[in-house]
């Protein structure tokens, strides 16, 4: 299908959603006893799928109710975000220059799926992606492979004709295991931090000058 791709994570890379997903965090968790802070929201919610961050903040909820919790927290997000969200600088430039180049262009997200949708449709690059790869719809999402395994086969690209985008453990963890170049952005952590999870490179934002030497040294 493609002879090289980019696979992009979305909360955190494609937009700075991360503080509308804090917000929305803070709100629901006082109605169960939970305070959800900064380091807490880093340590157990960044870059998590949601039954991961139920059983850790949600512990004294019968598990069986985190499903409905977990849908509960996300429908409040959605509705945070309408006419808040941009994309991350230099974006843009990005998926125009994929287009240009017929690049395949993949999303890969432990997200829910309605998520995504309404994120992408938010930020105005929807009709770029040519799939979208939900890790919690797969056997295993990410800090595992899969869901980026899962992105290069539907786009038909080995894993080193390919970039990815991350900027929180889980993701670049699955990233690097995956065996793709790694590119983490600092939206959520810092240059150490991001690199310590696999990162190859680490970048403030798409308009880094670095990014494009790596995008020209790795998939040209």
């Known amino acids: 299908m493609f002879s090289r791709a980019l696979l992009f994570d979305m909360d955190g890379t494609l937009t700075n959603s991360d503080p509308f997903h804090h917000e929305a965090f803070v709100e629901f968790g006082k109605a169960y006893g939970v305070d959800v802070d900064e380091q807490t929201f880093l340590k157990y919610v960044s870059g998590q799928a949601n039954s991961l961050i139920f059983k850790n903040l949600f512990s004294h909820v019968p598990v069986e109710e985190h499903p409905r919790l977990a849908d509960e927290k996300e429908a409040l997000f959605r509705r945070l975000i309408v006419g808040r969200l941009k994309p991350i600088e230099g974006l843009l430039d990005v998926l125009n220059w994929a287009v240009e180049k017929k690049v395949g262009l993949a999303v890969v997200s432990n997200a829910p799926r309605p998520n995504v949708r309404d994120m992408l449709a938010q930020i105005g690059v929807t009709q770029y992606f040519h799939t979208i790869v939900i890790g919690t719809e797969l056997e295993r999402g990410k800090p595992d492979p899969l869901p980026y395994l899962t992105g290069l086969d539907r786009l ?65």
């Open 156 to 220: 038909g690209v080995p894993a080193n004709h390919a970039i990815a985008f991350e900027d929180a453990p889980p993701g670049l963890r699955a990233a690097h295991a995956a065996k793709i170049f790694t590119v983490g952005l600092t939206t959520t952590l810092d240059e150490a931090t991001v690199k310590s999870n696999g990162a190859d490179i680490a970048i403030p934002d798409y308009r880094s000058p670095a990014l494009w030497e790596a995008i020209g040294r790795v998939i040209g």
